[in-house]
């Protein structure tokens, strides 16, 4: 069954968690309970543009055959949430799943306060109904701190205490991630800064062009490290980032996050506010992939945003992200493979699991457009670089639709496409995620050029129900 009724828009997603219509952006609260995942999202129901922020709501059993909830959280008239419910995680309490998230009030400047809603019924493994608190547990930053941005509470926990991260940007410029000890989530006591932009690991990073960080999510690794990814706003959406790092203990309960090091977390340019569900054995990952074209063709189609194939994200031994699709995504696998060789031109479906191999510097053709144009990705082991090159598919955004080359050791390549949803995984070492809308007369043909090239696709489908 699709995730979502068919569109007419050929470049809508069809195997990607999205709304039926309207707007989406972050990903929320992923959440394992009684046997399903559960995943919420930020959703405008009567709109494709950013605004009357809801809680949207699916669930499933094997990470590809989701199933459409009513919306989780909506906005209440008069309370701390009147203009959004805004991003945050979703925890088990005590036996009740409890959505920890960001409410804003018609008087928001940039600072929200921390909300709580708990599922009416746990028993539900659908947990279809939730009931906001009326009262915020955290109304607002610390006085002393000069901060003007403060959102997207995550909450985890480390000697055997749970914890709460905010993003934060301060007056100066600077952006930081707040600690809050928060065992029990009625009652929330600031615990100090995480860490900040002044980190000379971050700032090695990231560079300085950050005033704020969102949607801070953490996750464990098995070898001890920690990972904490940050989304990067320097007065809007920007890219996102990770450090890799150890939680060290200071005072008698406060906790800092030490990094060794970091980076870019996704390359491309149309991924943004990742979240994080761990896992016993793993760590799971889904980014909002926003659209890259005029708000007039999206008012025409009437649907804005989509989230990403969930991704399994761990380290490297020199502290560098590890990121593969996740293995579920092979359900959606045809029975037989479109292509098993690189000796023939082969047309491409408008969903498909490519993975090629190389040896030597190898050109992956995706694309030909009317004027001969290519969207290609050149894999260059020697060079021990990925180039993804749109060649003349526009995309709107500050930065443009040039080339994108990504330094990494790998000779191989998985390239997930559905409609314009474009995820590149550069070995288990990067990832691409770009949209690329096609147009009527452009050619969707699989050509491969190298030598000693291995090359698989697989057409995907929307699985059948057992």
């Known amino acids: 069954m699709s995730l979502t009724a068919q569109s007419p828009d050929p470049s809508a997603p069809r195997l990607r968690v999205r709304p039926p219509a309207n707007w989406i952006n972050d990903p929320n609260g992923p959440f394992r309970w009684r046997g399903r995942h559960h995943l919420f999202y930020q959703h405008n129901p009567a709109a494709p543009v950013h605004s009357n922020v809801h809680w949207g709501h699916v669930s499933s059993a094997d990470l590809v055959r989701w199933e459409h909830h009513p919306i989780a959280l909506t906005p209440t008239p008069g309370g701390p949430d009147e203009a959004g419910c805004w991003s945050g995680c979703v925890v088990d309490d005590d036996g009740t799943p409890t959505a920890v998230y960001t409410g804003v009030d018609r008087h928001h400047t940039g600072l929200g306060s921390i909300c709580l809603a708990r599922a009416v019924v746990p028993e539900d493994e659908t947990l279809t109904d939730w009931k906001p608190l009326p009262t915020p547990v955290v109304s607002g930053p610390p006085a002393d701190l000069d901060v003007v941005m403060f959102r997207d509470p995550f909450v985890f926990r480390c000697g055997g205490r749970r914890w709460a991260l905010v993003g934060a940007g301060h007056a100066d410029g600077t952006p930081s991630v707040l600690l809050y000890d928060c065992d029990d989530l009625a009652d929330w006591r600031f615990a ?92 799971l990952m889904w980014g909002w992939s926003w659209e890259a074209r005029e708000q007039g063709e999206v008012d025409r189609v009437g649907w804005a945003g989509v989230l990403t194939a969930p991704r399994v994200v761990d ?43 190389a040896s030597g510097r190898t050109t992956v053709s995706l694309l030909r457009s009317a004027s001969g144009a290519e969207l290609t990705v050149v894999v260059d082991p020697d060079d021990g670089t990925v180039t993804l090159d749109r060649g003349d598919w526009p ?36 990832t691409v995620t770009e949209r690329v809308y096609r147009r009527p007369d452009d050619v969707a043909e699989l050509v491969v050029t190298g030598a000693s090239i291995a090359v698989t696709g697989w057409e995907l489908v929307p699985p059948t129900r057992d």
Do not use: K, M
């Open 395 to 430: 995309r709107t955004g500050r930065e443009g639709s040039g080339p994108i080359v990504v330094r990494a050791p790998a000779g191989e390549v998985r390239i997930l496409v559905d409609g314009s949803l474009f995820e590149l995984f550069v070995g288990d070492r990067a």
């Open 315 to 357: 380290v490297h031994p020199d502290g560098t992200l590890r990121v593969v699709p996740a293995p579920e995504l092979e359900l959606l696998r045809a029975a037989e493979p479109f292509a098993t060789s690189a000796d023939r031109r082969t047309a491409l479906p408008e969903a498909y699991d490519l993975t090629v191999t």
């Open 192 to 283: 100090g800064v995480f860490l900040d932009g002044n980190d000379p690991v971050a700032a090695d990073a990231f560079g300085d062009g950050a005033v704020g960080w969102e949607c801070p999510q953490l996750y464990s690794t098995a070898g001890g490290d920690w990972v904490l990814v940050l989304s990067l706003w320097d007065g809007h959406p920007c890219t996102t980032g990770y450090l890799t790092g150890r939680l060290e203990h200071y005072g008698e309960a406060e906790l800092c996050f030490a990094a060794r090091t970091g980076g870019r977390l996704d390359h491309g340019r149309d991924f943004y506010a990742p979240a994080v569900l761990q896992e016993p054995d793993r760590a």
